[in-house]
């Protein structure tokens, strides 16, 4: 009877003691840090100075130090108006030597791991709002893929860098991909399409089609696949004259 007036307030101050956490789950790890670019750049007051995981675009090269959207394929002219310095970056230092002897092409797709600066002036003519400091750098490869797949199984895949054609439709309030449109820039009934997030360049619609406020036009986008929509990296259209009705093949 003794042992058991024991054991009693051992069982009790083991149920008041802290519980064991539950193992973390996708959703709580996702939440740690991992962004695009479009995503950072619509709250980056919240990620000032959280060490981060960024999937960002480079522009000018493995030299270059501009994290931005390439909007019309220009890339190479920083100093173009496709560069907005609103939604974009000043990476606080060049690539290291063996990260840049892997980077080709332009943009460059990288991963990058580090911090988001506060907010100030930074870069060329201090005209960038925030900049980012990696402490790593690796460089990621687009896999083509289509529509239809991205339609019909959207969460299939996950937090991938992708490439994929079709029409983009634009308004002021959002925009989307699709296989199948009209001539007046409106999807058929039985149209295969995906969300695309963040706001689209206006650099990026200039030679599309219009109908009243819809820019439409045939386009490949290369860019960040997340929670079953598209984060648009780079965006090179064809001329408006080749633009028409049209239907990706199966």
Known sequence: MRLLYVLIPVFVLAACGPSVPPAPTRVAQAQIGLLSLPALMETPERWSGTKITLIAPLLGGASGRVLAIDADGSAEQLTSPTIEPQRSLWLAAPLPAAVAAKATGNPIYLKLRGRLSPPGGYGSGARFPYQFSADTAAVLQSER??????????????????????????????????????????????????????????????????????????????????????????????????????????
């Open 145 to 250: 893929t289509t529509l239809k797949n991205l339609a019909e199984n959207p969460r299939s895949i996950d937090n991938a860098l992708l490439e994929v054609t079709g029409t983009l439709l634009s308004t002021g309030g959002g925009a989307l991909l699709a296989d199948h449109v009209s001539n007046r820039g409106v999807p058929a009934p039985d149209a295969r399409q995906i969300k695309l997030r963040g706001p689209i360049p206006a650099q990026a619609t200039a030679n599309l089609h219009q109908s009243g406020e819809v820019r439409y036009g045939d386009v490949s986008i290369v860019g960040w696949w997340h929670d079953g929509a598209l984060a648009p990296f780079a965006i090179h259209s064809k001329a408006a004259g080749s633009i028409g009705p049209r239907r990706q093949a199966d």
